[in-house]
């Protein structure tokens, strides 16, 4: 069997997924209806900054941090806000909207361009 191509997987999700622009998500963010949620690996975050406000959890540990019955369920990413997901060019985030909403999660989406487009606003802080 051929395994399948991630970027026709990361096509498929995107199609089912809702997706917002980086302005429309800060303002989500801002006005307490949404989270950001970055999913980046700890490394990317320090080696290329972080979004102010923004949660970080990280892609391996995301379905056992939304999942109440887990061990390392986070309270915070089930509060009732719309998770906006996003990781470095928005192929992760797509992938990890996608299976939180086969979970069950009805407030999810994506950020489009992912951490890429925050940078590209001047939206976010690097480590000194």
């Given at each position: 069997m051929?395994i399948?191509?991630?970027?026709?997987?990361?096509k498929?999700?995107?199609?089912e997924?809702n997706?917002v622009?980086?302005?429309?998500?800060i303002?989500q963010a801002?006005?307490?209806?949404?989270?950001?949620?970055?999913?980046?690996?700890i490394?990317?975050?320090?080696?290329?900054?972080?979004?102010?406000?923004a949660y970080h959890a990280?892609r391996?540990?995301?379905e056992?941090?939304?999942?109440?019955?887990?061990?390392?369920y986070?309270?915070?990413?089930?509060?009732?806000?719309t998770?906006?997901?996003?990781?470095?060019?928005?192929?992760?985030?797509?992938?990890?909207a996608k299976?939180l909403?086969?979970?069950?999660?009805?407030?999810?989406?994506?950020?489009a361009?992912?951490?890429?487009a925050?940078k590209?606003?001047?939206?976010?802080?690097?480590?000194?």
């Amino acid at each position: 069997m051929a395994i399948r191509s991630v970027k026709e997987m990361v096509k498929e999700a995107k199609a089912e997924i809702n997706t917002v622009d980086v302005k429309d998500a800060i303002a989500q963010a801002e006005s307490g209806e949404a989270l950001l949620v970055d999913i980046r690996d700890i490394r990317e975050l320090k080696r290329e900054g972080r979004v102010a406000g923004a949660y970080h959890a990280p892609r391996g540990m995301l379905e056992f941090w939304v999942s109440p019955d887990s061990p390392y369920y986070k309270p915070e990413l089930n509060d009732g806000r719309t998770l906006l997901l996003f990781c470095a060019g928005a192929a992760r985030s797509a992938l990890a909207a996608k299976t939180l909403q086969d979970m069950g999660v009805e407030k999810i989406g994506e950020v489009a361009e992912g951490f890429k487009a925050f940078k590209e606003i001047g939206a976010f802080e690097k480590d000194e």
